[in-house]
């Protein structure tokens, strides 16, 4: 199946944005780089700020199929600690590029773009709001993910094989407490 007009655009802007940095993403990068007119590219997006939702969204939609194809199974049929497993596991050995760094923090400036980062690391590793120690030690592995994640993302950062598959088998005990075992506070019922 042939990908839309948008949709090549948006992976145009991608490509423009991991090239050059998000500065250089301009209505006549993204169309030039995806073959277009601008004329073309207007016809899918009236400003800048309409492309950079729409690839804030495109982004975070490719998260969520990676997401998905790790759990193996519907976001809806898993368990909250399925859920943020399967996120740690992409994290930490998802192939990082600059471009989703930098889609990331301009989303931190404006309320609208950051909703969209912050909804889908709600549903996959939600902030914990209790002691309970399954949930304290996944959300230590999603920060520790999340941070070599953007360490890798960040230029001139490099670490050996070795030494990221030692971080990868730390975190990874992180995530070995049997999810199905009552909490402490569910025990004492």
């Known amino acids: 199946m042939r990908p839309s007009s948008r949709t090549l655009i948006l992976d145009a802007a991608v490509r423009v944005t991991e090239r050059a940095g998000i500065t250089a993403l301009t209505m006549d990068s993204a169309a030039e780089e995806a073959g277009l007119t601008k004329g073309g590219l207007l016809y899918h997006f009236r400003t800048r700020e309409d492309m950079i939702l729409a690839i804030q969204r495109h982004l975070v939609d490719g998260w969520e199929a990676r997401l998905v194809a790790e759990l193996g199974k519907p976001w809806a ?59 304290l030690d996944l959300f230590l592995a999603r920060l520790a993910a999340d941070g070599l994640w953007m360490f890798r993302a960040t230029p001139g950062n490099a670490l050996s094989e070795e030494v990221e598959e030692g971080l990868r088998a730390r975190v990874a005990e992180l995530l070995a407490a049997d999810p199905e075992a009552p909490a402490p506070e569910e025990k004492r019922a």
């Open 77 to 135: 049929e898993a368990t909250p600690m399925e859920r943020g497993a399967a996120y740690v596991h992409v994290m930490m050995r998802e192939e990082t590029r600059q471009a989703d760094l930098a889609f990331m923090v301009e989303a931190e400036s404006n309320p609208e773009l950051a909703r969209i980062w912050d909804e889908l690391m709600e549903r996959w590793v939600p902030t914990p709001h209790s002691l309970d120690p399954r949930r």
